[in-house]
């Protein structure tokens, strides 16, 4: 976590697994408000820091959290167990995109103000839980 958030941690390494594990331990750490903000806040930094600064999405981001964050309020013990979490959400780990699809069309997703801050799905609603 900490190469993450310094922007040490190689970027070859920063993949799916890689964002939904901090994205994890930040909620393990944190109240989910909380854990949802440093986390988006450490991603966009190690992109800027990595040069990656069009690589971040922040609305995908913010989506993705609150998918993952959900799961963990419906089942508390995968908060308790990265491997138990990786089994229970293996859909999360090979296609976050797609499930954020399903609230997200993609003409919103692919506009620039939705990669620059968050917008509202326009297709089905997120969860409340970070409101």
């Given amino acids: 976590m900490r190469e993450l958030e310094n922007g040490h941690f190689p970027p070859d390494n920063f993949n799916q697994q890689t964002r939904l594990y901090a994205a994890w331990a930040y909620h393990r750490n944190y109240p989910v408000r909380e854990a949802a903000a440093r ?4 991603f966009s930094r190690y992109a800027l820091i990595r040069a990656l600064a069009t690589s971040y999405h922040h609305t995908l981001t913010m989506a993705t959290l609150v998918l993952l964050y959900q799961r963990m309020a419906e089942q508390p013990e995968q908060a308790e167990d990265w491997e138990h979490f990786c089994q229970a959400n293996q859909d999360m ?20 103000r939705a990669r ?15 409101h």
């Fill in 93 to 112: 780990l090979s296609d976050t995109v797609s499930l954020v699809r399903y609230h997200y069309s993609a003409d919103l997703l692919d506009h620039e």
């Fill in 116 to 130: 620059k801050a968050f917008v509202e799905p326009d297709l089905a609603p997120l969860p409340c839980l970070l």
């Fill in 39 to 42: 986390c988006a806040h450490t």
